[in-house]
């Protein structure tokens, strides 16, 4: 997943454990659709 504007953003994205940011999802080890990028 890239880093939005250069790591000073979030990226929300649904998973099978629920919505959860970028970095939550990375550290779970899931994956998922990206609802959003916010910055």
Do not use: D, Q, Y
Request: glycine content about 20%; aromatic content about 2%.
């Amino acid at each position: 997943m890239p880093a939005v504007l250069g790591g000073l953003g979030v990226t929300i994205l649904t998973t099978s454990r629920g919505v959860m940011t970028g970095h939550a999802a990375k550290k779970a080890g899931v994956g998922g659709e990206i609802l959003c990028n916010v910055w």
